[in-house]
């Protein structure tokens, strides 16, 4: 999906639509902004609500701007409803604490060098 092609849509948000396989103004129609959207964010990218305006936008060949109030608060909905229905983050997949070791400098004496193996 390229900038030229769609009213609204950057050359980083069109990176992104790329990566989640949207890469024609069809696909964009066969999802729809919310589906979109979600798209981007399951696939770990941080987009604004600005890109799901847009994408609205985009779709209905206006301004992002222009999008009427009304329906960017029902596109915030309809996010959020499907947002919530993603599932949580597993357990055990957070990361824990770092641990630093520090090596011992190198040595040119071949005797002091002990190579450990546990």
């Keep these: 999906m390229s900038a030229t092609k769609l009213r609204n849509i950057g050359p980083k948000s069109a990176a992104w639509l790329r990566q989640v396989g949207l890469r024609s103004e069809q696909d964009l129609h066969a999802v729809g902004a919310v589906g979109a959207f979600m798209k981007v964010r399951r696939a770990g990218f941080k987009p604004s609500l600005n890109l799901l305006y847009s994408l609205e936008g985009a779709l209905l060949g206006c301004h992002w701007q ?53």
């Excluded at 596109?75 to 499907?82: Q, T």
């Excluded at 599932?87 to 957070?94: L, N, V």
């Excluded at 990361?95 to 546990?118: L, Q, S």
């Design 66 to 118: 222009e999008v009427p109030e009304a329906r960017r608060q029902q596109l915030v909905a309809e996010y959020e409803a499907a947002a919530g229905a993603l599932p949580t983050t597993r357990a055990g997949q957070q990361a824990g604490p770092v641990h630093e070791t520090h090596m011992p400098p190198e040595t040119d004496d071949e005797e002091t060098c002990e190579i450990r193996f546990d």
